[in-house]
T-cell receptor, first 112, second 116 residues
């Protein structure tokens, strides 16, 4: 069983569209994260939830909205997609605090 | 603010040679330190972590890293490279101020190439 799974794996869409990426973890972890990896492979934290509560909210455009219906799921909704949103988005989970994080395989978002 | 520097965006070694990937952090208080590996089209996988126990940390796949407070470094090494080690390697830190959230700050990454 995949520990942290993201869907879809690839997402190709046009500028201005709205899209969502889903993430689920079956590790029983309390904390989940979204990271963005740009074309130069640089990774940056976007959001984090602990038991459905938002605990990290970095400087991210308001077009990005995370939602955590329960502690096993963290979804990312993006409105009015722009060319600069093209990237690989990674979901991760951990027991919390400075414990190691487990990553999904990523969602490659391409904006045409 | 905490930062992480990985010296060398590309490292090339021959199969069987020593691997040395460099990582320096900026905090005056030793943070929690991690090395992750990313194989093509995959997510990140934890290699090893330092959490203020032993300064020499052993990880998976024969990798190890040594924490040196005086040099604010956490360099990753492997005595003998395998072709399968070719990947992207990331050093990351969580400082004590962010330890409750687990916020990871990543270095720029180092691409390891292993030549036959």
């Amino acid at each position: 069983d995949t520990a942290v799974s993201q869907t879809p794996k690839y997402l190709v869409t046009q500028m201005g569209n709205d899209k969502s990426i889903k993430c689920e973890q079956n590790l029983g972890h309390d904390t989940m994260y979204w990271y963005k990896q740009d074309s130069k492979k640089f990774l940056k934290i976007m959001f984090s939830y602990n038991n459905k509560e938002l605990i990290i909210n970095e400087t991210v455009p308001n077009r990005f909205s995370p939602k955590s219906p329960d502690k096993a799921h963290l979804n990312l909704h993006i409105n009015s997609l722009e060319l600069g949103d093209s990237a690989v988005y990674f979901c991760a989970s951990s027991p919390g605090g400075p414990k190691p994080q487990h990553f999904g395989d990523g969602t490659r978002l391409s904006i045409l | 603010a905490q930062s992480v520097t990985q010296l060398g965006s590309h490292v090339s070694v021959s199969e069987g040679a020593l691997v040395l990937l460099r990582c320096n952090y900026s905090s005056s208080v030793p943070p929690y330190l991690f090395w992750y590996v990313q194989y093509p089209n995959q997510g990140l996988q934890l290699l090893l972590k330092y959490t203020s126990a032993a300064t020499l940390v052993k990880g998976i796949n024969g990798f190890e890293a040594e924490f040196k407070k005086s040099e604010t470094s956490f360099h990753l090494t492997k005595p003998s490279a395998h072709m399968s080690d070719a990947a992207e390697y990331f050093c990351a830190v969580t400082d004590h101020g962010s330890s409750n959230t687990g916020k990871l700050i990543f270095g720029q990454g180092t691409t390891l190439q292993v030549k036959p």
